[in-house]
């Protein structure tokens, strides 16, 4: 009965042979594609006779809880290819109550990182509406959107509007008019079921497109034309009227629709889904993708409760969501399809008046009338469930709100007890309504900063990298070397509060630089194939790299580029920062955790030295996540090297000369490390950082990755067997080199491991922006330490060859021989 097809009848043919109504569909004349998602109904509507009934929505009719879902995120990754990863990363997602609601957030899913709104009928009380449009076909007009964010609908993003069919155009018109007279911008995105306009409603879209300076794309499943003769909607409303009334042929098969022969009644049961405290119930007033992690985090064991709840014998069991509530239960009746035996459905009941009659050609089979019992702000009314008696269902499990267990829901007349007269089981299961928090002070500002991109910051493309940071070009924070450590070391201030002057390489430097890079491009691009595919394989298929500013961004632009390159994937980069004593940026995790799903965040550096920086990011994780309540960041680094065995996400353990760590800015977009500085940096702002145009000249950023990027093709094949070999290791960390670093500081009487810099990578930064004491380096060594002997030679500093050593070179700061080292929490170490 809930099928498109009822024993080889389309569910659309009663209408279409009483008023003449059709539907052409764009894939042919026979309008198949059409049929296979919508049936017919007549309704109770002075504007509109006709109902177009989605067998795929979840609505009216009751289908499978996948074929509901995965139509609305197919529809979300068409969108995201439409827009492109870029500028869908900015988008926000706005569906249309009360059809739309479960659609919408599923487009949402679909575009990965866009937060999500839906329209609403209900006021709130202390929200104030951010804005509110008509609905010209509906049976109930007025719609309210309530974000508890205003910020939402503020930015310039693409907005994509989502409703379960686009017939004149008006709704969308409506919408855009009015969203677009407070917030303007340049993109949006309609998305549909169906696309059922005629070529003149096409136009006039075009047309307002044209005239608000926007473009306007749709996105449909399906599309095609309703046929509609002269007169119907007449016709509809006296065949509506007759059946109504008792009238007409069909009038004993009418009159068992509208009261479906009872089962002994017997009382509803209840269970404690244990929602997650905080969770929005869903979009009326916003949901972000962190809010979906949590959701699809708690989704087992709510479900697990559910199906514990069931009787024994319920095989066929329907999910009933109530009016706007359909995505939660929507999930919520996924896993019970996922982890259950038996067949499981899902609806939802509906404020909409329809006709219902029970023949295999009509979309309505069956109508359960009860009252409203939400308090509506309209008043009370009628309320329907549709297609739900006679449809053999064993167990009816009906999703509500707070708001919606009322005395109305389990009265003599109302919803449990019409569903228990029809199912021989009904379970009440309760969401908690979600309702924003008042206003506090301090407040938070109401919209996080936006990432910064190139070519306005940073000299990389702009699809490249965005940076979770400040610009702070204009501030001057330089000081020679040892001004700024005699200065950390008098007043104890933190070495994140200045920036070293920038190292001008020499023209002898710059050939070091070449030449290493001629030397190792290849080994790079195999390491950067090995530690992407290993993300790719055991973290996640899509995931969100985030570079810690800036010696792992080159890396994180790299794996992005052989993402693309292996595996067409555009994945989403940002670049962090992350301060030694003071933890990562947490304004930037806020941010993450409202675009994105935090476990598909995975941080990217350079290298591994003794292990630092890792300790440091478990820590600031677990913190942050105290404090802010979000879950799901996963601290482990992916490197490019981990000669230190800290990781178990790397591209090698040998310690190598990694070009990029011969430059500071000039390899790196021009940006200088990160800043943070009470004055600069507030609580609610990134990070700061500055761009150095004035280096432009001496810039080999883009150089340095393309010419990584061209030999991604000669080790190809080699990183598809190195990654198979290694996924098939324990790459448990041992955590040698910690040890080692606590070894040689004690060795050398320095008695600090802050003050050890092991690796490639670290010595070299240790000879661009400190006072080093010597440097050790393993004998034997080649061209990979030819840039450090020359930096060395420069800085006057010697080269002591040493055996068993587990680095290719080891640079040593010591407080006795600098006017002020850094300890571990960033502050100066005395000697």
């Known amino acids: 009965m809930n099928n498109a097809v009822n024993d080889g009848v389309w569910s659309g043919s009663w209408v279409a042979e009483r008023l003449g109504v059709g539907l052409r569909g764009d894939d042919g004349p026979g309008g198949e594609e059409l049929r296979a998602m919508l049936g017919l109904a007549l309704r109770r509507n002075p504007k509109r006779a006709h109902l177009l009934v989605s067998h795929v929505l979840g609505k009216h009719v009751p289908q499978t809880p996948s074929v509901v879902y995965g139509h609305g995120v197919r529809l979300g990754r068409r969108v995201h290819a439409l827009l492109g990863a870029r500028e869908a990363a900015r988008a926000v997602v706005l569906g249309y109550a009360e059809t739309a609601t479960g659609l919408g957030h599923a487009v949402a899913d679909g575009l990965g990182t866009a937060p999500y709104l839906h329209s609403t009928r209900r006021p709130v009380a202390g929200v104030a509406p951010a804005g509110g449009f008509e609905e010209a076909h509906s049976h109930a007009t007025s719609h309210l959107l309530l974000p508890s ?51 003149r409603d096409v136009r006039r879209l075009e047309e307002f497109a044209a005239e608000i300076g926007a473009r306007v794309d749709l996105v449909a499943a399906a599309s095609g034309t309703v046929l509609l003769p002269e007169g119907v909607l007449e016709k509809g409303q006296e065949l509506v009227a007759r059946y109504e009334a008792g009238g007409g042929p069909d009038a004993v098969a009418r009159a068992r629709a509208a009261e479906p022969q009872p089962v002994p009644p017997r009382a509803p049961g209840t269970v404690d889904l244990g929602w997650p405290a905080g969770l929005p119930d869903g979009g009326r007033h916003g949901f972000t993708p962190a809010h979906r992690a949590r959701l699809e985090a708690a989704l087992p064991a709510m479900a697990g409760r559910i199906a514990d709840a069931l009787p024994a014998g319920a095989r066929d069991v329907l999910v009933l969501g109530f009016e706007e509530l359909m995505y939660a ?22 404020r909409s008046p329809v006709l219902a009659v029970d023949d295999p050609g009509y979309a309505i089979r069956s109508r359960i009338v009860f009252p409203a019992h939400d308090d509506p702000a309209d008043g009370p009314g009628e309320r329907y469930a549709y297609n739900v008696a006679g449809g053999g269902f064993d167990a009816v499990v009906a999703v509500v709100d707070s708001a919606g267990d009322t005395p109305a829901l389990h009265a003599p007349d109302g919803l449990l007890a019409r569903l228990a007269e029809q199912v021989p089981h009904v379970l009440l299961a309760v969401v908690p309504s979600y309702v924003p928090a008042p206003p506090h002070a301090p407040e938070r500002p109401a919209m996080l900063p936006e990432p910064l991109r190139g070519p306005a910051f940073s000299s990389y493309p702009p699809e490249e990298v965005g940076w979770l940071l400040q610009d702070l070009s204009d501030v001057t ?85 052989w993402a693309h390159f292996r595996h067409g994937l555009e994945l989403p980069h940002y670049a962090v920062s992350i301060v030694r004593g003071r933890g990562i940026d947490a304004t930037a995790l806020r941010w993450l955790a409202a675009h994105h799903d935090p476990r598909d965040v995975v941080f990217v550096d350079g290298w591994t030295g003794k292990g630092a920086i890792t300790r440091e990011l478990a820590q600031a994780i677990e913190e942050f996540e105290k404090a802010e309540g979000v879950s ?93 070999e290694l996924l098939a290791e324990d790459r448990t960390p041992t955590w040698a080199g910690w040890r080692a670093v606590e070894r040689i500081s004690e060795e050398y009487g320095i008695h600090d491991v802050n003050l050890v810099k092991p690796g490639v990578g670290e010595t070299t930064r240790v000879l661009l922006r400190r006072v080093p004491w010597k440097i050790l380096a393993h004998k034997g060594a080649g061209a990979d330490l030819d840039h450090v002997r020359l930096l060395a030679e420069q800085r006057g500093v010697p080269v002591e060859e040493v055996d068993e050593l587990p680095y290719t070179c080891v640079g040593l700061i010591h407080p006795r021989y600098t006017r002020g080292a850094t300890g571990a929490d960033g502050r100066a170490v005395n000697g």
């Open 149 to 199: 964010d205003p910020a939402l609908l503020a930015g310039d993003g693409p907005l994509v509007l989502v409703d379960d069919e686009f017939s004149t155009g008006n709704t969308v018109l409506n919408t855009i008019r009015d969203l677009h007279a407070r917030h303007p911008r340049a993109r949006y995105a309609v998305v549909a079921l169906v696309d059922m306009r005629s070529a």
């Open 632 to 724: 799901g960041f996963d601290p482990e680094i992916a490197v490019l090297a981990d000669p230190g065995s800290c990781v178990r996400t790397y591209g090698t353990r040998e310690d190598f000369l990694i070009p990029s760590a011969c430059l500071n800015s000039t390899v790196s977009g021009l940006i200088s490390r990160t800043v943070l500085r009470a004055d600069l940096v507030g609580p609610d702002d990134f990070h700061g950082a500055k761009f150095y145009r004035e280096l432009a000249d001496a810039d080999v950023s883009v150089a340095f990755l393309d010419a990584v990027e061209a030999r991604f093709p000669e080790v190809a094949d080699g990183v598809a067997e190195a990654v198979k």
């Open 329 to 350: 239960p929507l999930r919520l009746a996924g896993e019970l399809e996922r982890t259950r035996d038996g067949a499981v459905r899902f609806s939802t009941t509906t």
């Open 477 to 561: 924070l330089e000081a020679p070397t040892e001004e700024r450590e005699e200065a950390i070391q008098s007043g104890g201030a933190h070495y994140a509060e200045s920036l070293p002057v920038e190292y001008q390489p020499s023209a002898q430097y710059q050939e070091l630089f070449h030449a290493a890079l001629d030397t190792s491009a290849a080994r790079i691009a195999r390491a950067v194939g090995v530690v992407t595919d290993t993300v790719l394989g055991e973290r996640s298929p899509r995931p969100v790299l985030v570079s810690l500013a800036r010696a792992g961004t080159p890396v994180g632009v790299l794996m992005r580029r």
